[in-house]
């Protein structure tokens, strides 16, 4: 079946630090790959996108490479903000409709 | 207004009372969907609409019944709910189309305590 796992949260990090959070996946065929975020009180917020193999979202600063080989869709970010502190979802929608999540990863940056 | 919103945004209720979710969306989506979300656990997909027909339902408890009377709008309505159904309840629309896969739209979601 189609599933999806996330680095295990929380994870602290200074302002201004190099930011990954894992996110690998199971799927057959070639599903679509997202990564949503959600800030505290609110709901969730498509971040990025990739369609295709070797295709990279980008959006905030935030970038993730769709990596058909290896399986994965990691977040990264050069340079994190007190304000990207939040819950990051990985997903993937491989059936046309229903989107499979990950367990989500809290980010706390400190300044 | 524009994408996905929910009203209300905060409900508190007592287990014998009936209240109702609503969800509408501004985007032209053909498909809706109710999520839970609670503390420390997964996203939890409870109601599939496509074109208002129901697509699926999550093995949720009948003390939750959605409605959907068009594209654009959805309701869950909620009657002797249980403490343990307090959580955020989220709605989110997409386009849905035979072969496709795209991303869904969030509404910000209705926080639900059950007293």
């Known amino acids: 079946g189609n599933s999806v796992t996330q680095m295990e949260g929380p994870v602290t990090l200074s302002e201004e630090a190099f930011l990954t959070i894992n996110c690998t996946y199971t799927?057959?065929?070639?599903?679509?790959l997202f990564w949503y975020v959600q800030y505290p009180g609110e709901g969730l917020q498509l971040l990025l996108k990739?369609?295709?193999?070797?295709d990279k979202g980008s959006n905030k600063g935030f970038e993730a490479t769709y990596r058909k080989e290896t399986t994965s869709f990691h977040l990264e970010k050069g340079s994190v903000q007190v304000s990207d502190s939040a819950v990051y979802f990985c997903?993937?929608?491989?059936?046309?409709?229903?989107?499979?999540f990950g367990q989500g990863t809290e980010l706390s940056v400190k300044p | 207004e524009t994408g996905v919103t929910q009203t209300p945004r905060h409900l508190v209720m007592g287990m014998t009372n009936k209240k109702s979710l609503k969800c509408e969306q501004h985007?032209?989506?053909?498909?809706m969907y109710w999520y839970k979300q609670s503390a420390k656990k997964p996203l939890e997909l409870m109601f599939v609409?496509?074109?208002?027909?129901?697509?699926e339902n999550n093995s949720v408890p009948s003390r939750f019944s959605p409605e959907c009377p068009n594209s654009s709008h959805l309701f869950l309505h909620l009657h002797t709910l249980q403490p343990e159904d307090s959580a955020l309840y989220l709605c989110?629309?997409?386009?849905?189309?035979?072969?496709?896969?795209?991303?869904?739209?969030f509404g910000p979601g209705t926080r639900l305590t059950v007293t």
């Open positions: 989110a629309s997409s386009l849905q189309r035979a072969g496709q896969k795209y991303e869904q739209y």
């Open positions: 799927a057959t065929g070639y599903p679509s």
């Open positions: 990739a369609t295709k193999a070797d």
């Open positions: 997903a993937l929608n491989n059936q046309g409709g229903k989107l499979i």
């Open positions: 985007l032209g989506h053909n498909a």
């Open positions: 609409y496509n074109f208002k027909e129901q697509t």
